[in-house]
Structure formats: structure tokens, C-alpha cells
């Protein structure tokens, strides 16, 4: 069942088709659905969005939705239930093929929507991801991107939680999947990519972390003159990340899990603190605003052929409006195929070297 | 060899007598010696401060130390060698037996001195400690306790980077730790502990993270009401550790160590970036000081009879200075044998359960 609202002047095809699946996460529903009217409004009406939520919800949104004019097009999808936080992954997704996270990836699998944003349980997004949508080439299992804000730039983690898996085969499907993306949507040429580790000698750390050292040395250096050339700056400590040298840090699901959440952590306490024993100042809120992870987009499903946007367990109305803003531009740049492009050529034999 | 400084006045024994590695770490030896001073001034005659370095770095420092005067006793110790931040740490410590560290390790093994500090190779003094001195009742491996600033609390972070190793049994003994640790040391009858991991649910993270979990329950069950008792708070995300619900939090070594170095990271980014916008304020400077590690002391080799502290591979005077007024303290309050009582209490067959 699906209810929608169109302004009546409509009648092009949608540019941009949207879904956002409302349940599951810490926040409310109609939290999240505040930023998808958000999104809607802020937009053409080349957008259209589909919400998803259990029947109960949707009763509950549709008087909100109608108090709201948007140009585009925004409709309600109503699933069976929701996958909660504390599900095992794998499990309920194959227990829950009604379920509103399912039932959007769905949509992505048919083509019916371009992207699909959630903020509910990480396990059962990815799995649902690597369950419906093919995989990226030589991409064993998906990972998360997400943005750190560090002095200038952003810098790509790749894996900050999507798989606890840590070989040193997956450390380099993450380098690949975080260069290809700096270069298509960051827009930099020669990336520069950084080995999490708790030392900077390539003798420190586990197993893994060594031969990923040794392979991601080899491959900078073989790909140094062609078109997907990246600079391999060896064994980066979380302390030293925020110093600019690198536009992506590669970790195990694990590590890069935590280290995010210490960096999200960390600031906010600080900036709460400090706000409350120093003058109201606007580069206080610019920067806490720029840590703030409520109001921030959300992690790219790395490594599956859709764009699949998970948003922070706590995300607020504006971190909706904003991955939607992403998915926007991410479709509009045709990212996945960009990253998909830049994976094959990687796949070709002769540039594979005995380095992996 | 040794060159000594002592005031004419002093006859007494000293009462803390504190042996200081110059070598091996990221600063210069003598401006490690400058914080070995600047405790030497700062404390009474019943202090022995013991400075090992290499005969050159010596013969560069006499100088320096003629320069004051201490109201206790400062001597210089000639070591041939030191061992490198780059070395393998066990190999170097078996290939170095007259290294600063190693020569260090030995007057404590031989109660000639009653601490040892040191800023070098983290791994070599967790190695060094291990291979010289005795182990506390049921501990394996010597872990690192470093202490991190949150609302109102210093929260004992066990293992801030002591082994990689990573079982459950690993993280049960660091939890006791820093359990007798916080109860030693930190005054706190029934401490709260914490486990770290990447989402709240029991069902979260890797198989050691589940284990440990399980048996922290039971632990903490059985505990409940002897003088050994605390609380389990289940899992920890690192972005939750500074609401203050926690006085212990587990980790494995590797990332205990990057949730160190993301939080000193994090936190000096933002008070840098906020310092150059805000106009000067004291609550600015009172946090900038709190977070700055190399200003700070250091972090306790926990699980081995001696008191060992390792200090911030980039420690300045600063930190030494304070690192040999902790470890005064932890003499003092005869911290060793106290976390060695506790732990002999946990030893007790009755006390064990089927829970480990």
C-alpha cells in the first residue's frame, strides 16, 4: 500500500527517486520523516521521495505529511515491521523479507528507487545490501564510508563498521573502495591513504595490518603513473589523522567503528563542556555543528552496486535532509559506477602484480 | 658508572627512591631531564632520583644538572645502548640487557629502585617488565592502564596498548585490573565497569567481546556483595564513555590504544582550531591542559610487582615531572601489593564459578 502526495502541476518523470526507511533506529519516526519533508521541500520537483514505515506509523504521518506543500513528489510506503537494534543481522533479514529495510532494498534491487537512506541496525543493513544488490567488482564483503571532518578536508574511513572481519585482503578492498571514491567524489586525483595502526613502523600491529602495509607499498608503487595512481603513506595513528596528510584511512570494521565514535565522542563532550564555561561564539557551533553526528548525513554502503546511505543510529531530521542531499548528488555523479569502473580496472590482470 | 649530585645536608635513606629512562622516545634526553629537575625540586630530600642514559647523552647533561639544586638526591646512570621506537620489542629487549630500559628494569627487579619511568617503545617495557619481574596472581601478560578525562572522572582505560592479544580471558584480567586499580588507587569502594565495543547489545562484536560479556555478568554476580564487588555495565560505545557511567573500561590492546590516540587526537585538534577563532579564556587552557598527553603523566605496565610507568612517546618535562609524583604516590599507598591482594582474592578457588 502506498499513499502519496503530488503538487498537481507535476507530471515529468522523476530525476531523483528517494527512499528512506523511517523505523528502526533510535530516533522516532516521525523524527526522521521531519527531514524527509525537509528534503522535499529544500528540493525541485524533479525528487521524489518514499518514505517507509509499518502501517501504525504511516496513520500516524500522514496528518503531518499533509500539513506540508513540497514541489515534488513524496509517498508513503507501508511495510510488515520493522528490524530492530538489537536483531542479529543476517537472521532477521531473512526472517523479515517485509520489513521496511528490506522492502526498500527491494526497491533499489528493481530499479524502482535510485538510493535508499536508513538510520536502524548497521549488521542488518549491510547484510540486506549484500543479500539483494550485486556486488562491486573483486568486492567480497560491503564496508562503511564514512566522512571524518579533519583540518580541511574530510577524510574517508573505510571500514567504520560494516564487517568485524579483519584480513589483509579485506584492508585492501577498503583502500580501493575509499581511493575510488576520493577520486570520483572528492574530486582528488593522487588520493592519499593511511593504514590505521597504533604505531607508524610497518613492523607494528597484527598480522593483517603488516601484509596490508607490504601489498598497499607494491600497489602505490605499480599504479604510481597511471590513472588510478594513490600515494601509500604508510602506518597513520588515530592522533596524527587530524593533521591533513591523508584522504583516506583504512581499518577493520572494528577499529574504525570505534575510532569514529571516540572522534564524535570526544568533541561533543568537549564543545558541550566549553560552551558552558565560554561566551556564546559562532565558530563554537560552526565546529560543533561540523562533529555533530545527529545532524550529519550518514555512511556510504561501500562495495554493492546502489547507493545505499546508512544514517547515525540517533540521526535527526536534518541528518535525513542531508543524506538525501548526498544520495542527490551521489546519483547525479553517477558514484557507483564511477567506483565500479575504477574496481574492474583493477581487477585486470597485468596490473595486479604479485602484490596481492 | 654513575655520577651523583646529593644536597651535604642529606644523610637519611631515601624514602622513594625513582629510577627515569632519558632514552628511546620521541623527545630529547634532556628535556625528559628537565621534568626529572623539575620533580627533584618540587620534592623533599627523602627523593632519589635515578636518570639512565648513554655516557654521550650523560656528559651533555651534567651541565644541565649542576645548574640546580635539589633537596634530595639526583644521580646519573650510564647505560651502553638504547632501544629504538622502531626495534622489535622482545628481540630488542633480549638483545639489549645493558640498554637504559633494560639496566632501568633491572634496579627495580632488584628493589635498588622503587619505580621505573620510561617514554620509549611501549612494547619493549611491557616486554622488559614481563621478562624481568614477577607476575601479579593469575596474570598472564602485563597490560597498559592509562587514565582518560570525562565528566568529572578519570576513567582507567585497561589495556591502552600493553599486546595486541585479544581473548576473552585477556579482557576478564583487564577488567580485574582495573578494578583493583580503581579500588587501590582511585578510592572507589564498587567500581563501574564497561566493556568496549561497537553497539550496546550483548549479541555486538567479536566472539572474545561476547565471551567476556558473559562472564563479566556472572563475575560481577557472584561478587556482588564481598569486598570485591562492582558493577557491569555492559557494553561501552567509545562515544558514551564521557557521560561518566564508567570507572573501568575493557579493551583489547590495539584498540584500547587507537581509542587513546583518537581521543588526545580529537580533543587537540578541536582546542587548536577553537584556540586560533576564540578570543583567550582560562576554561580553554584548563581543558587544553587536561587533554594534552604530553603534558600528562603516563600509563601504568598493570600486572607485573613493580611500579612501571610509560610515558607519551612524545612526553615533555612536563609529563615526567608529573609521572615521578605519581609514582611517589603509588608507592605511598603501596599500590603494587594492593592490586596483587585483590587479585590473589579472585584466585580463590570458591570465588571463580563456572563463569571463566
Known amino acids: 500500500m502506498e499513499i502519496a502526495w503530488s503538487s498537481p502541476q507535476r507530471r515529468k518523470p522523476a530525476k531523483w527517486r528517494i527512499a528512506i526507511d523511517l523505523m528502526g533506529c533510535d530516533s522516532a519516526p516521525a523524527e526522521l520523516f521531519q527531514g524527509v519533508l ?199 595513528e588515530a592522533r596524527d589523522l587530524f593533521e591533513g596528510h591523508v584522504d583516506i584511512i583504512v581499518a577493520d570494521g572494528f577499529t574504525g567503528n570505534v575510532l569514529l565514535k571516540a572522534v564524535e565522542g570526544t568533541a561533543l563532550f568537549l564543545l558541550n563542556t566549553l560552551r558552558g564555561q565560554l561566551p556564546p561564539h559562532s565558530s563554537l557551533e560552526a565546529i560543533h555543528s561540523r562533529f555533530n553526528y545527529a545532524e550529519s548525513s550518514g555512511a556510504l554502503v561501500c562495495g554493492v552496486d546502489g547507493v545505499v546511505i546508512k544514517c547515525h543510529g540517533n540521526a535527526q531530521g536534518a541528518a535525513i535532509a542531508r543524506a538525501v542531499a548526498d544520495a542527490i548528488a551521489m546519483v547525479d555523479k553517477g558514484l557507483i559506477a564511477a567506483i565500479s569502473h575504477e574496481l574492474s580496472l583493477e581487477q585486470h590482470p597485468e596490473d595486479m602484480g604479485g602484490s596481492l
Do not use: W
Not at 518514505?51 to 515534488?72: K, S, W
Not at 556486488?135 to 562503511?144: C, K, M, N, T
Not at 598480522?207 to 602506518?235: C, D, I, M, Q, W
Open 38 to 236: 525537509l528534503a522535499g521541500m529544500r528540493s525541485s520537483d524533479a525528487l521524489q521521495l518514499t518514505a517507509i514505515a509499518t502501517a501504525q506509523v504511516c496513520a500516524q504521518l500522514v496528518e503531518l505529511a499533509e500539513r506540508h506543500t513540497i514541489p515534488g513528489h513524496l509517498q508513503l510506503a507501508v511495510a510488515q515491521e520493522a528490524i530492530a537494534m538489537a536483531e542479529v543481522p543476517t537472521a532477521a533479514v531473512c526472517r523479515k523479507p517485509k520489513a521496511t529495510l528490506t522492502v526498500g532494498m527491494q526497491l533499489l534491487k528493481d530499479r524502482t528507487v535510485d538510493a535508499l537512506i536508513s538510520a536502524g541496525n548497521s549488521g542488518a543493513i549491510i547484510s540486506s545490501a549484500r543479500l539483494s544488490l550485486p556486488p562491486l567488482p573483486g568486492i567480497r564483503r560491503p564496508a562503511l564510508l564514512a566522512l571524518l571532518p579533519t583540518a580541511g578536508k574530510m577524510v574517508a574511513l573505510v571500514d567504520a563498521g560494516g564487517n568485524l572481519k579483519n584480513n589483509s585482503a579485506t584492508l585492501l578492498q577498503h583502500a580501493q573502495m575509499g581511493i575510488a571514491y576520493q577520486r570520483c567524489f572528492g574530486g582528488i586525483a593522487m588520493p592519499a591513504v593511511g593504514l590505521l595502526n597504533i604505531g607508524i613502523e610497518p613492523s607494528k600491529g597484527t598480522l593483517p595490518l603488516k601484509e596490508a602495509y607490504a601489498a598497499l607499498t607494491a600497489h602505490a608503487k605499480l599504479s604510481a603513473h597511471s590513472e588510478r595512481g594513490f600515494t601509500f603513506v604508510g602506518n597513520v
